[in-house]
């Protein structure tokens, strides 16, 4: 039997970590409202502690980070925050991942893409994915890009065992990009027993026959959303699908996009739906397949109880051209359909004038319309805009020239009603933002949750465009835009003030600012700046509730490393997102912009150690290991 030993610094992460819970525990006033925090505080003590003890062993595995491998999740763990992803790992590293982050304390997130097993001498090549599915507690689970028949197989072997093992936390899982020919039979046995998943995703899964798909559908109390996506073979069983489809009370969304259906298959999946359970709602994706527009008429022929609670319709990547009558009569027969998606169609001008007298009329209200990609006229789009539109409703126009007639559209008539507006790749430019910012103001307070404007040529005109991002940020400040949670401006030219300002003035709500691919997000300078701005508005008390910054950069951009600031940091590709809880205090997360980079760990620590000792953080949360034991030692600057 082998001895249990304590390694040098496993006895020194001990000793922090119990210093550091005796401090929390002295600053923490004993009172009812804190005994769930305190009791938090311990758990994750407790549990990374114990992780820290090992026993001496043959096989190679780490302490939560401390075997210095060069491809551990560092490169993008989330701090703070239930969400992790490996990308290109052999299954060794997958021990790593486990030790790491077993019994933290709640259900995480879990991606591995392109996942190899390991050539052991034990013959264990599986022993991480074995230990990671055993192990940590999963709420989402996301395997893709397994491009072995062997690994696949084997992966999904062990999957279907762990269900039956205990995973009663997994809610989400996505299975794509494996081989065809995989046998997930033992797969859906295994979520036929568990019956713990509401969203499951097959995609691109080379699925031949759909007598398990069919079977688990029948039987499953729970799941709600099942997507089949790239699955080519279920052509020839789409008459068995359909009756899955039907039976299956709980099931509200179904995809089976991509799968190169034409219109006799789509007729046989509709006819077969004749014993449709009936469900509040139901949304059907047939988008990217090789329909023709009498399909479209097949819709009306559908059962009746299906037509009942049709609710959101799919139709993109289709040649409707031509159509407009079809479609029109469609729409007429489908009462309970409140949304349609028509994305990257070719549709006519006089189709769209048709649907347009639909969508305006007053007996029926929509609440998501989307017509991304489509080359409509501004008259076209005008007709759009007069759409009848519920309350929180989703309106997406993107890629489609607008340019500087945004007023022409008559967007406050609508905006009172938009939770969601993309306007990505329009060309609006500064005219265009100007536009749209003084029809935010003519119609205050707005709904709006999400803002898109992504490649606008926002910022190009130099020095005359930065006024354009000023008064958008005085249009989304908390008066106007009172619900803002996503604000999108990713892929412009964007001017560092003008950033500033919208950052001080844009409403607490705010949850996620993307400002991928632009300069700023190539300048480690602008970048520190624009996080300090975060920093400083944090501590008053109009403060983000939780704001995360999105700030991808393009391949082979390169940032150089500077010095830390009172105000932020200076790095290569970091986000920084803060999070202020009911009791005031202050949470910090750190986060790789890239999923493919390493995470230099002197910066992030020597940004942790200066607000520690600011007192401006109370509380990090969810941190390896390899992060505390590093906290108040010496920061070395890294790549």
């Known amino acids: 039997m082998q001895k249990q030993y304590v390694t040098l610094d496993a006895a020194y992460k001990f000793t922090l970590w119990y210093s550091l819970l005796r401090e929390s525990q002295g600053k923490l006033v004993k009172s009812t409202e804190l005994v769930h925090h305190h009791l938090h505080v311990q758990e994750v003590a407790v549990s990374l502690i114990r992780t820290a003890l090992p026993r001496q062993a043959c096989r190679g ?47 995480l997130e879990l991606c591995i893409k392109n996942y190899c097993s390991t050539a052991s001498l034990s013959g264990n090549g599986y022993g991480g994915l074995r230990c990671v599915l055993r192990h940590v507690q999963l709420r989402s689970l996301t395997l893709s890009g397994v491009s072995s028949f062997p690994d696949a197989q084997r992966v999904v072997e062990e999957l279907s065992v762990a269900l039956t093992h205990g995973l009663k936390w997994l809610r989400r899982l996505s299975i794509g990009g494996i081989p065809a020919y995989v046998d997930v039979a033992q797969l859906l046995h295994s979520l036929i027993e568990v019956d713990t998943v509401t969203d499951l995703k097959l995609e691109d899964c080379g699925i031949q026959s759909v007598q398990g798909v069919v079977v688990y559908l029948s039987l499953s109390k729970r799941l709600r959303r099942l997507s089949l996506r790239g699955n080519k073979g279920i052509c020839e069983g789409v008459r068995a699908v359909a009756s899955g489809v039907a039976a299956c009370r709980s099931l509200q969304h179904f995809d089976i996009g991509l799968c190169q259906l034409r219109d006799e298959h789509l007729r046989e999946f509709l006819l077969n739906l004749d014993l449709f359970a009936r469900r509040d709602c139901f949304s059907l994706d047939v988008s990217n397949n090789a329909l023709s527009r009498a399909a479209l008429g097949q819709f009306v022929e559908a059962p009746l109880i299906f037509r009942q609670c049709l609710a959101e319709l799919d139709l993109s990547g289709h040649n409707f051209g031509g159509a407009g009558s079809i479609i029109t009569s469609m729409l007429l027969d489908l009462p309970a359909l409140h949304g349609i998606i028509l994305d990257n169609c070719e549709i006519g001008p006089s189709d769209i004038q048709r649907l347009s007298r639909v969508f305006s009329q007053t007996d029926r209200t929509w609440s998501r319309l989307s017509l991304r990609g489509n080359r409509l006229t501004l008259i076209e789009l005008r007709r759009i805009v007069t759409t009848s539109f519920a309350e929180n409703s989703r309106l997406c126009v993107a890629g489609n020239n607008l340019g500087v007639s945004v007023q022409k559209l008559c967007f406050s008539s609508v905006l009172p009603y938009l939770v969601e507006l993309d306007l990505s790749i329009c060309n609006l430019g500064i005219a265009g933002v100007l536009q749209l910012a003084s029809n935010i103001e003519k119609t205050q307070p707005v709904p709006l949750r999400v803002l898109r404007l992504d490649n606008n040529q926002i910022g190009s005109e130099g020095v005359r465009g930065r006024g354009g991002l000023q008064f958008l940020g005085r249009a989304l400040r908390s008066s106007y835009s009172p619900r803002l949670e996503v604000l999108s401006l990713a892929y412009n030219k964007l001017s560092l003030r003008p950033l500033l300002t919208l950052v001080d003035q844009a409403s607490s709500t705010l949850r996620e600012l993307h400002i991928s691919y632009s300069s700023i997000a190539n300048d480690g300078h602008e970048l520190a700046d624009l996080v300090g701005r975060v920093a400083c508005r944090q501590k008053g008390s109009n403060a983000f509730c939780k704001l995360d910054i999105w700030a991808l950069q393009a391949p082979g951009t390169a940032v150089s490393l500077s010095t830390i600031s009172r105000h932020g940091w200076r790095s290569k590709g970091l986000f920084g997102s803060y999070w202020r809880q009911s009791d005031g205090s202050h949470i910090l997360h750190l986060l790789s912009f890239r999923a493919h980079q390493q995470l230099p760990w002197a910066v992030t620590l020597a940004f942790i150690r200066e607000h520690w000792v600011l007192n401006s953080f109370h509380h990090l949360t969810y941190c390896t290991e390899a992060a505390f034991f590093d906290m108040h030692g010496a920061v070395v600057e890294t790549d």
Do not use: K, M
């Open 61 to 107: 595995y780490c302490l939560s980070g401390a075997c210095d491998r060069g491809s551990l999740a560092h490169r993008a763990l989330h701090f703070g925050r239930p969400e992790i992803h490996v990308a290109d790992e052999r299954d060794d590293a997958l021990y790593c991942l486990a030790h790491a982050t077993a019994r933290i304390g709640r259900p």
